[in-house]
């Protein structure tokens, strides 16, 4: 067993043997079949797994790997993955157990997508997502309810994330909002810090400034995708891979904080959904196991086939395996600077206020009368109190959906 260490860039064994490599492929493929209720529930899996059966790593350092997961854009869930088996089987090992985690999701949500095109207009359809949509509603509602008791531990982060929200009904660029709210964030901590300690701005100066350039350069990056799309009569394969790897390389936290992108970029800005389809999109990334962010999937199969499916999956993830490779040899400054650390802190806050307002404009479609506010609240009530997994919940608004279709229709 290793001995505890709290340093997360300890480098993996360089030849690493048949045996290791077997191990993550058959440990990854299995939690990509099995790892069914969020991000929560895949890292609570995986500390099983390599922790206390396996004994990969001490606790105290798989601790550390979740808060490097955190400083970087992506799913957390999933780059743990990655780094894990990058640190039991090196190079093959980050390939073999990033592969093997997201692969089941994707074959699954794309056999369900291929379902949803064929067979979404029959009325059955419609009423099995009527019972779920009101359940993906109450699961994000949870979420943030969550979230917001680890991040809300002050009045600057609250004031923060309600400036966020408002300006986020007001239209206001997401991306704008997520890197100018962290930067924000920073430069009020930082001027709350110096007025009780009178500490020099010069250690921060330097990482605020690139955050504001990078919140500067995303808008027209943003735009001349935009520009794109408005030239090409129809959706075209190229500009699916850059808005999806642009997503893949911007989205921090879980894959709640993904919804206020794709609704921004692909309901409002490319006109590729409708706000009805992302909710039928969201509730097959709840359903299935694997990443939420396999949600790419089936987006990219509803707008253009399978080939759409493969190249927005391959887009959304490729940042993460990047990502994992290049910070794992700074790993432990990253973890150990106080400015990081703060930036991170407003980047959640304003994540969750983006979360908040589409969690309101996805209720608007999901919460239609006095049944659906019903199963909303109800699945709301049951995630807090008895912290059901979320797929049995699903299962539970499906049934309801096609009972209520089949009352209808007697």
């Not at 979740?66 to 990655?82: F, Q």
């Not at 808008?219 to 190229?238: D, E, F, H, K």
């Not at 609240?377 to 049951?382: E, G, K, P, Q, T």
Request: aromatic share 10%; proline share 6%.
């Amino acid at each position: 067993m290793e001995a505890p260490t709290t340093n997360p860039a300890a480098p993996p064994q360089p030849t690493p043997s048949y045996h290791e490599l077997r191990e993550v492929l058959w440990l990854f493929l299995r939690l990509g079949f099995t790892a069914f209720g969020g991000p929560a529930a895949h890292i609570a899996m995986m500390r099983e797994e390599v922790v206390r059966r396996r004994h990969w790593i001490s606790n105290e350092r798989f601790v550390d790997l979740i808060g490097v997961t955190n400083l970087i854009p992506g799913p957390s869930s999933t780059e743990l993955a990655i780094y894990l088996g990058y640190l039991q089987a090196g190079w093959p090992g980050l390939l073999v157990a990033g592969v093997c985690f997201i692969g089941p999701a994707m074959l699954i949500v794309l056999a369900l997508a291929w379902a949803y095109v064929t067979y979404g207009a029959l009325p059955q359809i419609g009423w099995l997502f009527y019972g779920i949509q009101p359940v993906v509603v109450a699961i994000v509602a949870q979420a943030i309810w969550n979230l917001g008791r680890t991040i809300f531990t002050g009045p600057l982060a609250v004031g923060l994330a309600l400036v966020v929200l408002v300006c986020y009904f007001l239209g206001v660029n997401v991306l704008i909002l997520l890197l100018g709210g962290a930067a924000l964030y920073g430069v009020l901590r930082l001027l709350i810090s110096r007025r009780r300690t009178k500490t020099p701005v010069v250690s921060v100066a330097v990482p605020l400034l690139a955050t504001n350039l990078r919140a500067d350069l995303q808008p027209l990056i943003a735009r001349l995708g935009a520009g794109a799309v408005a030239a090409a009569p129809s959706v075209s394969l190229g500009l699916v891979f850059l808005t999806f790897l642009k997503l893949g390389s911007v989205v921090y936290g879980s894959g709640y904080t993904l919804l206020a992108f794709l609704r921004t970029d692909l309901v409002q800005n490319l006109h590729w959904l409708t706000d009805k389809q992302l909710l039928d999109a969201i509730s097959i990334g709840q359903f299935t196991p694997g990443p939420v962010f396999t949600t790419a999937t089936f987006i990219g199969y509803v707008i253009g086939g399978w080939p759409a499916a493969l190249l927005a999956t391959l887009a959304m993830f490729l940042p993460s395996f990047a990502l994992i490779a290049l910070i794992h040899p700074v790993a432990s400054r990253l973890r150990q600077a106080t400015w990081t650390a703060t930036l991170l802190d407003g980047v959640n806050a304003a994540a969750l206020a983006l979360m908040t307002g589409v969690l309101v404009q996805l209720g608007q479609h999901a919460l239609t009368d006095i049944l659906t506010v019903a199963i909303a609240i109800l699945a709301f009530v049951i995630l807090l109190r008895f912290k059901l997994n979320s797929v049995w919940l699903i299962l539970a608004g499906a049934v309801i959906g096609l009972l209520r279709f089949w009352i209808v229709g007697m």
